[in-house]
T-cell receptor
Framework: NAGVTQTPKFRVLKTGQSMTLLCAQD?????MYWYRQDPGMGLRLIHY???????AKGEVPDGYNVSRLKKQNFLLGLESAAPSQTSVYFC?????????FGPGTRLTVL | RKEVEQDPGPFNVPEGATVAFNCTYS??????FFWYRQDCRKEPKLLMS???SGNEDGRFTAQLNRASQYISLLIRDSKLSDSATYLC???????????FGDGTTLTVKP
């Protein structure tokens, strides 16, 4: 039972490159979230999904896109990476308001 | 004004000390509240839920005051292993999302 997993764990991009972060869960939770966390700061919600095939914008959605084609997977895409997107990205799932987080992806954009 | 505000600290206390963290929230739509713990470079993990009646889990006591929109966490007999960042969270069940404070950093010293 892996819980919530994220791929990749680390990535370095050049400005303008694109990439997709994958979040996978085996907890059968309906709700999934993508957050970013900058040094010394809290978590900011990028996008979230309340079920398969649905997505919604969070607090800081600009520059990101998401897809939830399967219940167990939530993908976060960066179409044209910018240095301001250097951060740690956490995926989470939830049931009854309790959130379960993946280990994070550390992204650096040069 | 942030929806969830915490004193960032840092709090530096000796082993065995009692330490209290405070948190205020401004979104009256938040229905459930939690404290999460985040170790350095790790994902947040649920520490405990917070109820109006107060709840205790070993050395940890959490309290919610809805009238004052105030949440607290008390740690008694601090251990070195309590060193971490503590995140206050308000959850809007209807909207399916949560708001995290920026965290309070605790360092327990020998």
């Amino acid at each position: 039972n892996a819980g919530v997993t994220q791929t990749p764990k680390f990535r370095v991009l050049k400005t303008g490159q694109s990439m997709t972060l994958l979040c996978a869960q085996d907890m059968n939770h309906e709700y999934m979230y993508w957050y970013r966390q900058d040094p010394g700061m809290g978590l900011r919600l990028i996008h979230y999904s309340v079920g398969e095939g649905t997505t919604a914008k969070g607090e800081v959605p600009d520059g990101y896109n998401v897809s939830r084609l399967k219940k167990q997977n939530f993908l976060l895409g960066l179409e044209s990476a910018a240095p301001s997107q250097t951060s740690v990205y956490f995926c989470a799932t939830s049931e009854a308001d309790t959130q379960y987080f993946g280990p994070g992806t550390r992204l650096t954009v040069l | 004004r942030k929806e969830v505000e915490q004193d960032p600290g840092p709090f530096n206390v000796p082993e065995g000390a009692t330490v209290a963290f405070n948190c205020t929230y401004s979104n009256s739509a938040s229905q459930s509240f939690f404290w999460y713990r985040q170790d350095c470079r790790k994902e947040p993990k649920l520490l405990m839920s917070v109820y109006s009646s107060g709840n205790e889990d070993g050395r940890f006591t959490a309290q919610l005051n809805r009238a004052s929109q105030y949440i607290s966490l008390l740690i008694r007999d601090s251990k070195l292993s309590d060193s971490a960042t503590y995140l206050c969270v308000g959850s809007n069940t209807n909207a399916g999302k949560s708001t995290f404070g920026d965290g309070t950093t605790l360092t327990v010293k020998p």
